[in-house]
């Protein structure tokens, strides 16, 4: 044996051999990342092993990638009432466009696994894409004549998909209205005000009212600790709607996994478990994703982030992350929650911004990171809180519905399109109004001369 010669081939079926069982080891772990063509996207990266969902066994074609899309952003896109819909491009009397660019299809401007071509929002084409389409625009609107098409999509200008407030007569309603509305504030929440209003009878639970004692498992726990549990669990929300401990604790169930948090709140919050799934935070968590990935990948940390976070947020991300367990502070939910993972320049000068202010100064209300990125709605008159903190961040215009509830459309659309004005936390006004407000003026002017 110690005289044998290993011949060339030798050495390369054992390369061979090593690389099967390497790739082998890839598969059967779900790590199939030697399989990634290329770096994903920062709103897909967290799902980039869950590969069936996009590509289904491997083989799967277009039609199956396009639902894919939709299968996430159909909801999204409907609810912007999106500007470029599929259908638009069915019409045959459209079907000269599609030589230059096929529209019908998401991932003909949104490719995965590119990151040299990838810019903001995913996209994947050169900027100035609009001009396959409208390149004769200047003549329809000939003050548009000296901007460069790679503008086009500039915030407060226009927007692929949603343009829900930059149409023309939206913008004209707006004009002219103050920087700072008089008596301007956000929508008031009312969800314990409307249980009140139907459990009249009821009364809040107090320590004595609670139906589980850690100590009935032998579980070590010290009394203080238990004791801070009861305080936090008796101040808060649930002991006043008269949830008690088993309603969450399940058979006295005391520890859960992340996903396990998740479907435990959603029993009685599922329209905001529904929303958190949807954003960063909880999207390794949603229901769209195979069990197989959501067992074995866990819920994301905030370290594993594509912005800026603080490295000792490396905890995996559920509810109770933001809310704690028993207190339910929606305070302490609000701001430090954020910051204290959030590591990035907006989220740093927050505290020196005139929107932090009003929060020091009204306790029920004033103007915190989550009144901007987890905006109050109303969904069939009743007012929700999105939890779904990516929903109106892109384009930067989404964010007006929470703006102009203290602010005019002029000055919050200007303070939307500085990005020094986003990475300072509007700590000052804006220097200067926005050039759409000017053409719209100018059109208008333009009109009435005519007559």
Not at 219 to 240: G, M, Y
Not at 304 to 323: D, G, Q, Y
Not at 349 to 370: E, I, L, M, N, P
Not at 397 to 411: R, S
Request: negative net charge; proline residues 4%; contains cysteine.
């Amino acid at each position: 044996m110690k005289n044998y010669k290993f011949k060339f081939w030798h050495y390369g079926l054992l390369l061979t051999l090593l690389a099967v069982a390497l790739i082998t080891y890839n598969l059967e772990a779900s790590d199939k990342s030697y399989f990634l063509s290329g770096e994903t996207s920062h709103g897909h990266h967290q799902v980039e092993m869950a590969c069936s969902s996009c590509h289904g066994d491997g083989f799967a074609g277009q039609d199956f990638i396009q639902q894919a899309c939709l299968n996430c952003h159909q909801e999204e896109l409907l609810e912007a009432d999106d500007s470029h819909p599929r259908k638009k491009f069915l019409d045959p009397r459209n079907a000269g466009l599609l030589n230059h660019l096929d529209a019908r299809l998401c991932v003909s401007c949104h490719t995965e696994h590119k990151p040299e071509i990838t810019h903001d929002m995913g996209v994947t084409l050169a900027g100035d894409f609009c001009v396959h389409c409208h390149s004769d625009i200047a003549e329809n609107r000939p003050n548009h004549a000296g901007f460069g098409f790679e503008t086009c999509a500039s915030a407060g200008c226009h927007n692929y998909h949603d343009n829900r407030y930059l149409y023309e007569d939206f913008l004209i309603a707006q004009m002219d209205s103050q920087d700072l509305l008089p008596g301007g504030k956000l929508p008031e929440r009312s969800a314990l005000a409307r249980w009140q209003s139907t459990h009249p009878e009821s009364m809040p639970l107090s320590i004595d009212d609670a139906d589980l004692n850690p100590q009935e498992f032998s579980l070590d726990i010290t009394s203080e600790t238990l004791a801070n549990i009861h305080r936090d669990w008796s101040s808060s929300i649930h002991a006043q709607t008269e949830t008690n401990c088993r309603q969450c604790h399940v058979d006295g169930r005391l520890q859960f996994t992340s996903a396990e948090i998740v479907n435990v709140c959603g029993n009685c919050h599922e329209a905001q478990r529904d929303k958190f799934t949807q954003g960063k935070h909880g999207l390794r968590l949603s229901a769209k994703l195979p069990a197989s990935f959501r067992e074995n990948t866990g819920a994301m940390t905030p370290v594993e982030a594509h912005v800026a976070m603080k490295e000792s947020a490396n905890a995996e991300l559920n509810c109770t992350s933001c809310h704690q367990a028993h207190a339910i502070n929606t305070r302490y939910a609000a701001v430090e929650a954020c910051l204290g993972c959030h590591n990035d320049e907006h989220s740093l000068a927050y505290r020196a911004s005139a929107h932090f202010d009003t929060w020091q100064k009204d306790a029920s209300g004033g103007v915190s990171c989550a009144s901007c990125h987890l905006p109050r709605e109303l969904h069939n008159g009743e007012l929700l809180v999105n939890h779904n903190q990516n929903h109106n961040l892109r384009p930067n215009e989404k964010m007006l519905p929470v703006c102009l509830n203290c602010h005019g459309a002029e000055f919050a659309i200007a303070a939307l399109a500085d990005r020094q004005q986003i990475e300072r936390n509007f700590s000052v006004p804006p220097s200067k109004g926005h050039e759409t407000f000017k053409l719209i003026r100018e059109r208008i002017a333009k009109i009435k001369s005519s007559k």
